[in-house]
Structures are given as C-alpha cells and as structure tokens.
C-alpha cells in the first residue's frame, strides 16, 4: 500500500474526518494487497463489535410495479416485459410465518414504488406483521415518499428502513435516473428517515455506468456525514429489458474493497453481503463476509414473485440465497468460521456473539 493510501487509512482508523481528496485516494485503483491489509482491519473491526455473528434477514419482495424508471432497473416502469405481481396481505404474513418458522426475526419488505400500497395499506400491514410477531424488527425498503407517511409508517411500527442513495454525486445521479428524480430529494428523505427514529441503510451499487474514483468518493464522503446504521453495497449488473443493457457489471473486487472501507468507516454498521454480490460470483457472499460484511438477507417471498422480482439478469434465487435452504447458508457460514445468528442483531445490539 502506498504512503498516501497509508496515512489515509490511519486518519480513517482514528475516526477523522477525511477531504473529499483523501476519499477519492482511498478508492483510487487499489491492489490485491491494499484489498487485503483493509479486509484484515475491517475483520478485526466487525469482531470486536459484533463477534463471528451472521445475521440473517428474510427478504419479502412483495410488489414489482413501480412508478420509478430508474435506468438500471429491471423492474423500472418503461419495462414492458417485466411480469408484473403483487403478493396480498395474506401471502406477506404467510412469509412471515415461514421465516417465523426458519428462525428469523427481522423481516425487510422490498419492492417497488407501488402506488396501489397506499399508506393506509401499508401501515395496516405494518401493524398486522409487528401485531402477529412482537419479537420480530420490520424493515421497509419502498423508496421515497413524503414525511406524513414515513411518520405513519413508524408509528404503525416499523423499525428500521433501506433506501439507497445510489450516489451522492447529481450528476451521476441525473445519469442513472430520469429527469424528475432527483438526488436532493432522496437525501431529504434519508435525513427524514433518521430524524423519524428509524434505523436508516443508505448504499449504493458498484460499476454502475458513469461511476468513477470522484463519484464513489462522493459517496464516501456523503456515508460519513449521514452515518446511517445500514449501508447496502453490490455490484451493478446489466438488465437486458433496460437502457443499460450490455453495460459491464460492477467489480467483485472493488465491491469487496468498498464494503472494508465501509466496516472502518463504520464500525458498528449493519452491512449485507448483497444478493447481487452472490450473483456475481459464486462465493461472493462468503467473500463478502470475509471482507467485513455481517448481514445476509436470504429470500423468503414464495417462488413465483421471486422469479419475477428480476432487477438485473441472472438473479440467484434458489441456492444458498433462498430461505429454506437456511441449513445450506449455515453450513458456508461455519465453513469460514461464521456463525449465523437468529436473534434481530439490533445496531449495537450485541457484542461478542
Ligand atoms: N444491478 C445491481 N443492483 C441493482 N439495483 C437495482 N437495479 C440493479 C442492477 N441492475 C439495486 C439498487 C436498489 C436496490 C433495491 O437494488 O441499488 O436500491
């Protein structure tokens, strides 16, 4: 590692504040040894927080429609060809049972900007899953919307919330998204999520076309002002029904790289070794464990929507990603002398594991 890498490294560790030029010579090119000394630091890091312990998420995707067309995006509006589904109130509790079942004890429900889950649907699904499973933390990753109902949503009970950035540079931003999307207005809507009590992900992909050293340390950079309590980082893959299709996907390295940075950054960060990241490469998910990651999110939505649930090509969703092969992502955990832990791994919630 070179001498400016170095003394950027030391500053990070010493939890300074870095330059937007010291973030983008930690992103800049790093080599096989630079990924390797961060991973170290970044295990070292993540075990005297939070021990070997996995946690685990049980992923419902509950809805493909979107009002968004997000260029990226399998699912986005314009995508004729995307099988479009909706699971009923029923079908969610029935996952939760099942996960219930499993052994989890957070649920995440993801999908699309569906205007049809209003917000009197959703907080009456949100009471209904924190009514029938009082131990159980409930996530929510359904993208923007105003304050009153991010209020709503917590009151009816819902914890913690994902809602990646997927990049602080405007610019970048305006790339990925159409015109009347913008990187203000989700900002807006991260600082309101915090300030409403919820544990809050930020995140971003990695490769995602336009994406260079100046972007990613935007993003950096931005990570350290927010400090959110979760942070999602996979790589980028193409999606054949979207503007970017035959784009390269994002590297696994450079993904590894940034989720160790991430782990220094932020030591006590709930970081998922992403589903993409296992799609890109068969032990991606180990890896990134390995590389300072401590969540994994398997999927419990029955298989039908998980099929369609299509955001980039080649969607793993019958391995080691699918809930109820929990006993198969158990054994690749203790395989690499991790294990996985069924409790709601709260920030900070636990130590030694
Ligand atoms: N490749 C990788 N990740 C993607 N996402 C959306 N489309 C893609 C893609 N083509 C990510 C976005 C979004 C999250 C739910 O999935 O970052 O926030």
């Known amino acids: 590692m070179n001498r400016e890498k170095e003394s950027c490294v030391k500053a990070l560790e010493e939890g300074k504040r870095l330059t937007r030029s010291q973030w983008k010579t930690l992103v800049s090119d790093p080599d096989g040894e630079d990924a390797e000394i961060l991973a170290q630091k970044a295990r070292r890091i993540r075990e005297e927080r939070y021990g070997r312990a996995v ?4 992923l419902i995707e509950f809805t493909d429609y979107c009002r968004n067309d997000c260029y990226y995006c399998g699912i986005r509006k314009s995508n004729g060809r995307a099988a479009r589904y909706r699971l009923t109130r029923e079908e969610i509790l029935e996952c939760c049972r099942q996960g219930y079942a499993l052994g989890f004890r957070t649920f995440v429900l993801q999908g699309g900007e569906d205007p049809f889950f209003t917000d009197e649907r959703m907080a009456e699904l949100i009471s209904a899953i924190k009514g029938e499973f009082r131990d159980c933390a409930l996530t929510l990753s359904i993208g923007e919307r105003e ?3 991010y ?3 917590r009151k009816a009970g819902a914890d913690r919330y994902l809602l990646r950035h997927e990049t602080a540079d405007p610019e970048h931003y305006r790339l990925l998204h159409p015109a009347g999307m913008s990187l203000e207005r989700r900002m807006g809507c991260l600082r309101c999520l915090k300030e409403l009590g919820f544990q809050t992900g930020a995140g971003f992909m990695v490769g995602s076309p336009g994406q ?3 972007t990613l340390a935007a993003d950096l950079e931005f990570l350290q002002e ?6 999602g980082i996979g790589p980028f893959l193409p999606h054949r029904d979207t503007p970017f299709c035959g784009r390269p996907g994002g590297s696994v390295e450079l993904t590894l790289y940034l989720l160790s940075l991430v782990r220094i950054l932020l030591p006590d960060a709930l970081l998922p070794a992403t589903t993409a990241l296992g799609t890109a490469a068969a032990d991606g998910r180990e890896a990134g464990i390995l590389a300072g990651a401590n969540v994994v999110m398997p999927n419990l939505s029955p298989a039908g929507a998980r099929e369609k649930y299509q955001l980039y090509d080649g969607k793993l969703c019958t391995g080691n990603e699918a809930a109820e092969n929990l006993e198969a992502l158990r ?10 832990v069924v409790d709601r791994g709260d920030y900070r919630g636990m130590i030694g594991g």
Request: aromatic letters at 10%; zero cysteines.
């Open 226 to 231: 927010l400090r959110p309590e979760m942070v």
């Open 151 to 153: 209020r709503a949503f």
């Open 331 to 340: 054994r690749s955990m203790e395989a690499i002398g991790y294990r996985v």
């Open 147 to 149: 304050e009153e109902s």
């Open 55 to 58: 946690f685990i998420r049980g």
């Open 212 to 214: 260079t050293p100046d």
